[in-house]
T-cell receptor
């Protein structure tokens, strides 16, 4: 099975712009979670989608949003970018039937905001 | 919400020695505790996990112990090798319902010196 894939792998944006990141889960997985990884804050949960519905949300401002499509692919969007949004954005997928399933991570998208 | 504390933040050992990383969690409802290894520039990968109905789990040189009463769990790596050098993250999540949020510790940078 192919693993979790994310595109693009690298992005450079300027403050005030918006960005859309994409995540394709492992085939058959219906749950996609998004995490922000920074040196200072570590790995922080953004949100989780299952069957096109957001099931869980972390403590991030409304500038961070996401969606999931019928094929389980997910996108996250960050509007009005700030310097502090520079981070590695990781998505992870599971089948979604239990909260104790292994989450498989993608390679991440490294976002640099200038 | 859940809070996971991880110690130490850095750990340096000689090849062949053992390494122990400890985590504490705050929410007594948490019942799933995975450990992830992240090599430089790579995605986090699950190395071992434990569910709250067991106290210890082993997989070759890696073991995890869980003390639910004290709300802490630990990762033990024996006979360390240079390829064990990486950042290790502990995490916790609650079962039941649709709580797919993983709360991570801040990570431990393990360096195994040849």
């Amino acid at each position: 099975k192919a693993g979790v894939t994310q595109t693009p792998r690298y992005l450079i944006k300027t403050r005030g712009q918006q960005v859309t990141l994409s995540c394709s889960p492992i085939s058959g997985h219906r749950s996609v979670s998004w995490y922000q990884q920074t040196p200072g804050q570590g790995l922080q949960f953004l949100f989780e989608y299952f069957s096109e519905t957001q099931r869980n949300k972390g403590n991030f401002p409304g500038r961070f949003s996401g969606r999931q499509f019928s094929n389980s692919r997910s996108e996250m969007n960050v509007s009005t970018l700030e310097l502090g949004d520079s981070a590695l954005y990781l998505c992870a997928s599971t089948m979604g039937g239990s909260s104790r399933e292994t989450q498989y991570f993608g390679p991440g998208t490294r976002l640099l905001v200038l | 919400g859940e809070n996971v504390e991880q110690h130490p933040s850095t750990l340096s050992v000689q090849e062949g020695d053992s390494a122990v990383i400890k985590c504490t969690y705050s929410d007594s409802a948490s019942n799933y505790f995975p450990w992830y290894k992240q090599e430089l520039g790579k995605r986090p990968q699950l190395i071992i996990d434990i569910r709250s109905n067991v106290g210890e789990k082993k997989d070759q040189r890696i073991a995890v112990t869980l003390n639910k009463t004290a709300k802490h769990f630990s990762l033990h790596i024996t006979e360390t090798q240079p390829e064990d050098s990486a950042v290790y993250f502990c995490a916790a999540s609650k079962g039941g319902g649709s709580n797919y949020k993983l709360t991570f510790g801040k990570g431990t940078l393990l360096t195994v010196n040849p």
